[in-house]
């Protein structure tokens, strides 16, 4: 056909006009012609429409091909159907499919991927049987959408159906098939599938690796997509920006879970800042820097691994900034605890006329939580100012009409928990629409935060009756509030006993948390093994570390902590060693247990083995470890090697040389815990609170009356610290040895005041010995009303009475006299 033959034909014009992004004008002139054009005409004006959503154009040529049944055939009927359903249009697409005359397995794949498309996956198995009941046989484009349905309903028992189809039709070693498989696995947290799809594939382009990163990335599992990424670049694949984004996603995975397992002295960060920067690096000789989407991956990891710097660096370069980046640059300053930067930045956006979405809320509601902690540190008196600004962007985010749901919800209440606003806690959390198992958690944690443990096991009833689900979370957070009950109620006899309540609530909690013979997640199995060994129930704790599957350093930690605590030292060196045939790597608090049992035992060769993994791991520049050790050769009184250690510290540190003053005082070599008491002033270190009670314990023991008078009021006037009851308790037992009652007289304010049991036992017998009967009256009765149950203290009265022949007084005590006191010993 010639150019004027061409100009003259309507078909031509279509084109033209389609082009030109003239559809209206295309249409008309397409309804005008007769006879119809062919249909690949009309497959044109459809595919130009589709691209520009125009419904009412395609209803329009739908309406015309209607009047040509010939036309309705093939590929323009099975685009036709697909074009309807992407519009939107579901309800015609799938009448124009039920009218075809015959459905080819291409209109049978546009209607489910229309279905898909349409939010409506959960039909596709019934489309699916249809298709086969029509005798249709499925391709690998069919496939390709019955996988993509499966990953969004997250229906993994049809996924594995499907995949054995097309397994057995021989479709799964195609590239594209496969990387849909693998898509649909990592969408339904089938991680082990999609790694044997990716293994199975027969060729693999970089889509596929994309979206293996992308489901490593999804699982949480950081360190293996970086090991993909690593993998991809030894195999010379040259990684896109989505692979590179996905990388910088993995580097804030893994600091974000290394941030909150909090293991002192095991940061990755600087690696992790290392391979951030060498992706940065890569990126920018790509130039992938330029892409907003890229930098706000960026700036994300960036904040997670702790530079701030790179991170603003990286915001700062972009030209244009929207609702992501501005999300990134807060998020990375509310990881690093710059409350006070984040709600600057929150500032900044909004004079940008940048509006905030539900994840900017959700930010700034966590920054003016940390911001408050920060003023708190600083000035106690500003705290109020972080709940007025907390108030203040509440009443913003309703004046912008947000929708308060679930996880917004979630971080309005955390933040007015931390502000100790619980009026506003409870207000918010009666006013949330939806209040799922998110919300009740945090209400949850929020009450067990601030010491409301009976709030909170109400709480879990209401959630109950409410037909709330609770979760593992939910579980840890209802046992910590029952062991707080039972540590609260602890000097009282019935604390530990079945009997208490926080203990059998505990007990019903694991009934129900956990059903016998059922598989636990290991943050509930931690949450157990803290409850029963905080109420000192060992063999029910030791019975949950023995079914757990896989216990982590924090189960095999408490354990050994619990048997250091309940006085089974060599029940924790033993299970120590346990753990050495195990093979568990131990951290810094294991070995800090460890040497505490070792003190407790006085086994000197398994001290000596961890001070030598102490000293080869430089982890006796901690002071914890550096004190515990010292302390630990000091009950061994081996003084020379606690001296060894101190005087190889590289850093001087006071709760060390605290150690090494109270292992001679324990030795009985008084002069020397003098000299170091006098070295640590010498080389610049301020003694603190625990120094003085060593000090003035070598004092008490050799008996310094004025030595001791005058580092006790030391404490206060040179150096402003606060006297405790520890030092208080010293001095009396000092000067009631010495029979020295003028003195006891002139504290005896403080006595009454803050004493606790034991000094008053120590006072008393004082006054037994010496016969100060006047003071042990005022004594006992200063005593009982703190402790009106302690048996001890009517024997002891009794006593001083009997000791005086004052019969009637001693008739007077025994009437009071609690029951349990009847086996203890009177003369």
């Known amino acids: 056909m010639g150019p004027q033959e061409e100009s003259n034909n309507p078909s031509f014009w279509v084109r033209i006009l389609c082009k030109q992004g003239q559809l209206a004008q295309a249409v008309d002139l397409l309804c005008g012609m007769h006879p119809p054009p062919s249909s690949r005409v009309c497959l044109f004006l459809l595919k130009a429409c589709n691209h520009q959503r125009s419904l009412f154009e395609i209803r329009r040529i739908h309406a015309h091909v209607a009047r040509y049944p010939i036309l309705l055939t093939g590929s323009l009927a099975d685009y036709l159907v697909m074009t309807l359903a992407r519009c939107g249009a579901l309800d015609d697409a799938l009448h124009l499919f039920l009218a075809l005359p015959s459905r080819t397995v291409y209109s049978w794949t546009a209607i489910m991927s229309a279905y898909t498309e349409c939010g409506q996956g959960e039909d596709i198995r019934k489309l699916y049987l249809s298709m086969l009941d029509d005798c249709v046989e ?109 990388a910088l996603q993995a580097c804030a995975l893994l600091a974000d879970n290394e941030a909150s397992e909090a293991k002192e002295g095991e940061s990755n960060s600087l690696s992790l800042l290392q391979i951030g920067q060498a992706i940065h690096a890569d990126a920018l000789r790509k130039g992938f820097t330029s892409d907003i989407y890229f930098n706000s991956a960026l700036i994300s990891m960036y904040g997670k691994v702790g530079s701030i710097m790179e991170a603003e660096q990286a915001f700062q370069v972009l030209s244009m900034r929207n609702i992501v980046t501005w999300n990134a640059m807060i998020s990375a300053c509310v990881d690093q605890g710059m409350g006070d930067e984040a709600l600057w930045l929150y500032c900044c956006m909004q004079k940008e006329r940048v509006c905030p979405d539900q994840l900017t ?206 006085n089974q030292a060599e029940r924790a060196l033993q299970f120590f060693s346990h753990m050495e045939k195990q093979s568990v790597s131990y951290d810094q608090v294991t070995i800090l247990y460890v040497m505490q049992a070792c003190s407790i035992t006085a086994s000197i060769e398994v001290c000596k083995c961890m001070h030598f993994l102490i000293t080869s791991t430089e982890l006796e520049q901690v002071p914890l470890l550096a004190t515990t050790t010292i302390h630990a050769y000091g009950c061994f009184a081996s003084m020379a090697d606690a001296q060894a250690l101190l005087d190889g510290l590289p850093d001087p540190h006071v709760a060390p040389w605290n150690a090494c003053i109270s292992g001679h005082t324990g030795e009985g070599n008084h002069m020397l815990s003098f000299y170091f008491f006098e070295m640590l002033k010498l080389i610049g270190l301020m003694p603190n609170e625990v120094t003085f009670t060593s000090i003035l314990s070598a004092c008490s023991h050799s008996g310094l009356l004025i030595e001791a008078l005058e580092l006790f009021k030391s404490i206060d006037v040179d150096f402003g610290l606060l006297v405790d009851t520890k030092h208080m308790a010293i001095m009396v037992d000092l000067l009631g040895r010495l029979g020295n009652f003028a003195r006891i007289y002139d504290m005896f304010g403080w006595i009454k005041a803050q004493a606790d049991l034991s000094t008053f036992l120590c006072l008393l017998g004082a006054c037994r010995v010496h016969g100060n009967l006047n003071l042990a009256d005022q004594v006992f009765d200063a005593a009982v009303q703190f402790y009106p149950e302690e048996a001890p203290l009517y024997v002891l009265i009794s006593n001083i009475h009997a000791d005086a022949g004052h019969c009637n007084s001693i008739i007077q005590y025994r009437q009071h006299i609690p029951q349990q006191a009847d086996e203890l010993e009177y003369k």
Not at 208 to 215: A, Q, Y
Not at 216 to 233: D, I, T
Not at 505 to 520: K, N, Y
């Open 138 to 246: 499925p391709d690998a484009y069919t496939f390709v959408c019955l996988f993509k349905a499966c990953g969004c309903t997250r229906d993994l028992g049809l996924g594995k159906e499907l995949h054995s189809e097309a397994r057995k039709k021989g479709l799964t070693g195609d590239v594209y098939v496969g990387n849909t498989l693998m898509s649909m696995y990592g969408k339904c947290s089938a991680l082990k599938e999609a790694e044997d799809v990716f293994k199975g594939l027969d060729s693999r382009n970089l889509v596929s690796h994309c979206v293996m990163l992308s489901t490593y990335v999804a699982q949480g599992e950081g360190g293996k997509a970086l090991l993909f990424y690593r993998q991809m670049l030894d195999e010379n694949i040259n990684p896109d920006r989505l692979a590179s984004m996905l």
């Open 361 to 566: 809320l959700v930010f700034t509601f966590q920054a003016c939580g940390i911001y408050k902690e920060l003023i708190y540190l600083d000035i106690q008196s500003n705290s109020k100012a972080c709940l007025e600004i907390g108030r203040a962007l509440h009443m913003d985010a309703c004046k912008r009409g947000v929708t308060m749901d679930a996880v917004l919800g979630s971080a309005l209440l955390t933040m007015y928990g931390k502000c100790k606003a619980l009026p506003e806690v409870d207000d918010t959390f009666l006013s949330l629409l939806e209040r799922n198992i998110v919300v009740w958690n945090s209400v949850l944690t929020i009450y067990v935060e601030q010491g409301y443990n009976d709030k909170v096991l109400l709480l879990y009833r209401q959630l109950q009756e409410e037909n709330i689900i609770p979760d593992e979370l939910s579980f840890a957070t209802c046992l910590q509030a029952c062991a707080a009950l039972v540590e609260k109620d602890a000097p009282n006899s019935m604390a530990q006993s079945d009997e208490h309540a926080g203990i059998f609530i505990g007990r019903s909690l694991h009934s129900d948390a956990w059903p016998r013979g059922s598989l636990v997640g290991l943050s509930l199995g931690n949450a157990l093994l803290k409850f029963y060994t905080k109420c000192g129930l060992l063999s029910e704790a030791e019975q949950v570390f023995e079914v757990l599957s896989a216990p982590n350093l924090v189960s095999w930690n408490v354990i050994l902590k619990a048997y250091v605590d309940n």
